[in-house]
C-alpha cells in the first residue's frame, strides 16, 4: 500500500493546532490493518490519528497539536503507516510560527476626578512574542453615571492610547472603583487595570455685592451659592 496527506504541509501558530488529513491505497494483494504513528515532532509538539489504526484503502485525520513554547521553525516529520505484511513511511512538513503576544499598561494607573469632570491617563502596548497586531480597546467597571473613551479607540501594538474618563454630577463618590480596560487582538487578548477615585465636587459661596465702608449705612450683601447640579441659589444676610 501506499499513503498520502492532503495538505502535504502544515503550517500552526505556537499554543495552535492543525489538521491534516491521510489517505492509504492498496497496491496489491488484499487489503490490511494499518497501524499509524509519527516521529520527527518538535519539542512540546503532539500528533493524534482519527482512528489511529484503519484497512489500507481507508483514511485518517491527523492532528498536530503544539505549545506556547515549541520551538518555531520549519520540520520534516515523518508518518509512518505499520502493516500486517509491510510498511509505508511518508515525510511531510510542518512549519511553527511564533505567537503573537503583547503587554498593556496604563500610565498613571490612578485617577482621581471630582463629580462631573474628568481625568485622563495612557494606555500603551508591547510587543512580546512574535509580530505586532490592531487590537481594539474597550473600558468596563466605571461607576454610574461616568464613561470612557479612547483617541484612538484601536491601535497597532506598539502604540499608544488616551484615554478619557468624564464623571457626571451624579456619579457616586468613591475611592475604590477597579477599571478594566481591555485590548483584544486576533491571537490575544489583555487587561490593564485602573484605580479611579471619585471626589465630590465642592459647594461654592461668594459675596455677590459687598456693603460699601461708611457709617450709617443699612445694606445688607447678598451672596450666591453654587450647588454640585449647576444649580445656584441667592440669599441675603
Not at 499554543?15 to 516521529?39: E, H, I
Amino acid at each position: 500500500f501506499t499513503m498520502s496527506a492532503s495538505p502535504s504541509g502544515v503550517s500552526v501558530m505556537q499554543g495552535k493546532s492543525r489538521t491534516t488529513a491521510l489517505s492509504t491505497q492498496a497496491t496489491s494483494g488484499a487489503s490490511q490493518a494499518v497501524g499509524l504513528s509519527v516521529s520527527g515532532l518538535p519539542t512540546g509538539a503532539t500528533a493524534s490519528f482519527s482512528p489511529a489504526a484503519i484497512q489500507s484503502g481507508q483514511g485518517s485525520t491527523m492532528t498536530i497539536s503544539t505549545t506556547p513554547s515549541t520551538p518555531a521553525g520549519t520540520y520534516t516529520v515523518n508518518v509512518k503507516g505499520t502493516g500486517t505484511s509491510t510498511s509505508y513511511y511518508m515525510s511531510m512538513s510542518l512549519t511553527v510560527s511564533a505567537h503573537n503576544d503583547f503587554s498593556l499598561a496604563s500610565n498613571p494607573n490612578s485617577l482621581n476626578v471630582l463629580q462631573g469632570q474628568s481625568g485622563t491617563t495612557t494606555i500603551s502596548s508591547a510587543v512580546t512574542n512574535g509580530s505586532g497586531q490592531t487590537v481594539s480597546l474597550t473600558a468596563s467597571g466605571l461607576p454610574s453615571g461616568a464613561t470612557a473613551s479612547f483617541s484612538p479607540s484601536s491601535l497597532a501594538v506598539g502604540a499608544s492610547s488616551t484615554m478619557t474618563i468624564r464623571t457626571s454630577p451624579s456619579t457616586p463618590g468613591g475611592d475604590d472603583y477597579a477599571v478594566y480596560v481591555t485590548a483584544t487582538g486576533l491571537t490575544a487578548t489583555h487587561s490593564t487595570v485602573i484605580s479611579l477615585g471619585v471626589d465630590p465636587a465642592p459647594i461654592g459661596i461668594g459675596v455677590v455685592n459687598p456693603p460699601p465702608i461708611g457709617i450709617g449705612v443699612d445694606a445688607r450683601p447678598s451672596y450666591l451659592m453654587a450647588a454640585t447640579d449647576g444649580g445656584i441659589f441667592n440669599f441675603e444676610m
